[in-house]
């Protein structure tokens, strides 16, 4: 099978079946850079080695959940941390990221600059390693993924976006300029951020591209030269498939990949998919082999 270096897919289908209660939500730690203020939550691992890797979570516009206890559980599992950051209000009031939504071109643009800071403050406050830094979103946060790949590829050490899109702004304006590890998981059936993409702007965010084409994008400037593909029955429904694609041996060794959720709505997708485990081993591969 080609799924994910180090483990099969029965084992990360297992992991599902022998998982425990979370901790719940710390209390909120405050970033002040330049003139400006942010807030951020951190799960620590009881016994988290100093140097451990780093996993900041994006959360979608103006989602209340942002604290994810499948991924929490996986931090438990191989000792990593995660930083779960605020977006800023829009217009609207509604926290998120900026990437490009009507009521967002009055917020900061520069994210960039946020992320930047929060690592350097994190990773310095607990003792994290500032190399083995990553990135993973859902919606809002996952189009911040895709974001950064074309405007700051190397703040992260690679990305997984959940639900996320690139914008046609960005698309046509911007231009991948290094290769980037990067993941997509994504339902074909989702309504809110589309999987055919949406030109027309129907769904009011903005135009945006299909995400075979988003993801495509990102291979084509890896110089990834082959393509794989496996499918799998969805956890909740064996009759809906899940079709995972990579795209691979790229000069850089810095493979793309992406899971197509078949009939999935705008979700997590945790009730078909161990999407926490995925997204880390998907990350792991990238650290050294004695981080692993």
Known sequence: MNILRNISLAALFAVCGCI?????????????????????????????????????????????????????????????????????????????????????????????????????????????????????????????????????????????????LTFEWMYNERHLTEPVHFLEIHGNADTVSMWQGDYENTGGWGAYIPVPLAVSAIAANNRCTSMSMETFPALSDSSRMVIHTTYGNAPSGKDVEVYEVQGAPHCWHEKDLPTAEIIWQFFRKTLTPEER
Not at 122 to 144: H, I, P, Q, T
Request: aromatic content about 14%; charged content about 25%.
């Open 20 to 164: 425990s209660a979370a901790a719940q939500p710390a209390e909120k730690q405050t970033l002040v850079y330049g003139d400006t203020t942010r807030t951020y939550r951190m799960y620590l691992p009881q016994g988290i080695r100093q140097g451990a890797p780093l996993v900041v979570y994006t959360h979608g516009y103006g989602d209340k959940h942002r604290w994810l206890d499948d991924l929490n559980r996986v931090a438990d599992k191989y000792g990593f941390a995660i930083c779960y950051p605020d977006g800023a209000p829009d217009d609207l009031g509604v926290e998120g990221w900026f990437v490009g939504y009507p009521p967002q071109w009055h917020m900061p643009k520069n994210e960039e600059d946020f992320f930047e800071a929060l690592l350097d403050e994190v990773c310095k406050k607990y003792n994290l390693s500032r190399s083995e830094v990553f990135m993973a979103g859902m919606s809002n946060g996952g189009d911040l993924c895709y974001q950064l790949a074309y405007t700051r590829p190397e703040l992260f050490k690679a990305y997984a976006s959940v639900a996320g």
